[in-house]
């Protein structure tokens, strides 16, 4: 007998259907995984049968094949360990209640059997409300803001023997003690600094809250010490917060990188100048959302802007012109969004001095228009 248990893969934040598909084999013990996994999606093998002999299954006298379906896209992601345990009870026998094909089942195993959360829960989750699944079985999270979701069932398993039991109905499921539901929309922004306790810099300042009024994209030039930095980083404090739509897709992107981000509020990205291309726009092997991704719905601030590699600076020119960016690679093409606001600094010329009243420019007219254009036109215009 063919057992299918359903789970979601992801390209970038798109989703899919993934199909498991385990049978019993009367041949010598063994586990097979095919269907394109990667090494992640390999190594399940030992979680899984790990985690299903701390439940009580004996696999001495069994080979199971486990297909993930389609098998023309790669899986790298432990995110099937639990739909692959589930489906291997199934074909056994251990599990004698009916799966529904409206469930989904998203986690890793450890080998005690406790279901785990693993990056890119969310846009799973998200996946599986947009592809039509009634429920998710998922490991509870306190970091995914789940309470405005609407007709998605997500039913919070710790153990894999608590799934088994919930699907017999030998079990209840109650959320955790510690689930809370805070309205991340109005949580209190936490910065050391407010753009309103800036003194002086009025014409600055008007020029900034337009920009934040608009959208609009912001180079400042100036002498070393004139305020850029301060007025940069307290931009974000004059931006209104995230709808929950805006912050579901944010913390999507900052899970799928691995990283945490404060909820409710516009991000605010500062990559140093000796960035790369791969850091600053995203990349990869498997691609994962790079600087102008994380700085979506935000701010993505570039200091010294001059001092970046020009040919980093042009390939912000794609995201700045159609709000994403897509990556290219060999087996897949992923598209991730990069709607920000680009706020540049830059002094106004090598020694930073030009116009100052402070100090004398020691720069040639030569350095001066050289130094100008490392910022290539159409960055420097915003004609991109």
């Known amino acids: 007998m063919t057992v299918k248990i359903l789970s979601i893969g992801l390209r970038g934040l798109e989703g ?3 199909q498991v598909e385990v049978q019993e084999v009367p ?27 701390a439940f009580g299954c004996d696999f001495f006298d069994k080979r199971l094949v486990v ?73 509870y999270d306190p970091t995914l803001p789940l309470h405005h979701l609407k007709d998605l069932d997500c039913i919070f398993v710790q153990t894999l023997e608590e799934a088994v039991q ?18 991340i929309i109005d949580s209190p922004r936490k910065h050391h600094r407010d753009f309103q306790s800036i003194i002086g810099h009025h014409q600055a300042k008007r020029a900034l809250e337009i920009a934040a009024a608009g959208g609009h994209n912001v180079l400042m030039v100036g002498p070393p010490g004139c305020g850029k930095s301060l007025l940069a980083e307290t931009f974000p404090t004059i931006l209104p917060s995230l709808s929950h739509d805006a912050q579901l897709e944010v913390i ?12 409710g509020h516009p991000p605010f990205r500062h990559p140093h100048h000796s ?17 102008v991704s994380l700085a979506h719905r935000g701010v993505l601030f570039l200091d ?3 001092e970046f590699a020009k040919k980093t600076l042009d390939m912000l020119r794609q995201p700045l012109e159609t709000g994403k960016v897509t990556i290219s690679r060999i087996s897949s093409t992923v598209t991730y969004p990069a709607d920000f606001i680009l706020l540049g600094a830059m002094n106004p010329c090598p020694c ?19 130094y100008r254009n490392r910022v290539s036109g159409p960055i420097y215009t915003g004609e991109y």
């Open 352 to 370: 930073g001095y030009l116009g100052s009243r402070t100090r004398y420019c020691t720069c040639s007219p030569k350095q001066i228009q050289a």
């Open 67 to 139: 297909h993930l379906s389609p098998p023309e896209r790669k899986k790298h992601s432990p995110m099937f360990d639990l739909a692959m345990a589930i489906g291997i009870l199934k074909a056994m026998g251990k599990l004698t209640a009916p799966v529904s094909p409206d469930a989904a089942f998203l986690g890793s195993l450890s080998l005690d059997g406790t279901i785990q959360p693993v990056d890119g829960m969310l846009p799973a989750i998200l996946a599986a409300k947009k592809l039509g699944f009634q429920k998710v079985y998922l490991p």
């Open 252 to 263: 999507s992107l900052y899970q799928l990188a691995g990283e945490k981000i404060e909820s």
């Open 27 to 53: 041949r010598i013990a063994a586990m097979v995984i095919v269907g394109l996994p990667d090494a992640s999606v390999k190594e399940a093998k030992e979680r899984v049968l790990a985690s299903l002999y």
């Open 304 to 306: 010294e802007m001059a």
């Open 16 to 18: 899919y259907r993934v």
């Open 275 to 291: 960035a790369s291309s791969v850091s600053l726009i995203g990349g990869g092997t498997h691609p994962k959302p790079g600087e």
């Open 166 to 183: 919930y699907l017999q109905g030998q079990r209840v499921l109650s959320l955790p003690p510690a689930f809370r539901t805070p309205e």
